[in-house]
């Protein structure tokens, strides 16, 4: 299947970006069915923003202990009894 570029409209911004054509190949490849509804720059503000950009309050960690080697760690989520929760040396380890 040959991709060719296409042009979008970011939702964000009004903007016209192009979405190219290895883009395209890259989002069959990965399996992804809709387009991208942001262009590149709000693409960004929107991945800073959400990472802890300006003025934004950090992130609330929890502690827990590893379901593997049984350390206390800390995540970013409040944990529930019904999933295990591995550190992150176990987790990267299970992938």
């Given at each position: 299947m040959a991709f060719q570029d296409k042009t979008l409209k970011c939702k964000d911004c009004g903007g016209d970006f192009i979405f190219t054509a290895g883009e395209q190949e890259f989002y069959?490849?990965?399996?992804?069915e809709n387009e991208?509804?942001?262009c590149r720059d709000c693409r960004g503000a929107r991945r800073r923003e959400r990472d802890g950009g300006e003025g934004r309050?950090?992130?609330e960690m929890h502690e827990a202990v590893c379901a593997q080697c049984g350390v206390t760690t800390q995540v970013p989520f409040k944990p529930?009894?019904?999933r295990p929760i591995y550190c992150r040396d176990c987790f990267n380890?299970?992938?």
């Amino acid at each position: 299947m040959a991709f060719q570029d296409k042009t979008l409209k970011c939702k964000d911004c009004g903007g016209d970006f192009i979405f190219t054509a290895g883009e395209q190949e890259f989002y069959a490849e990965k399996g992804f069915e809709n387009e991208p509804a942001r262009c590149r720059d709000c693409r960004g503000a929107r991945r800073r923003e959400r990472d802890g950009g300006e003025g934004r309050a950090p992130r609330e960690m929890h502690e827990a202990v590893c379901a593997q080697c049984g350390v206390t760690t800390q995540v970013p989520f409040k944990p529930r009894n019904d999933r295990p929760i591995y550190c992150r040396d176990c987790f990267n380890a299970r992938k």
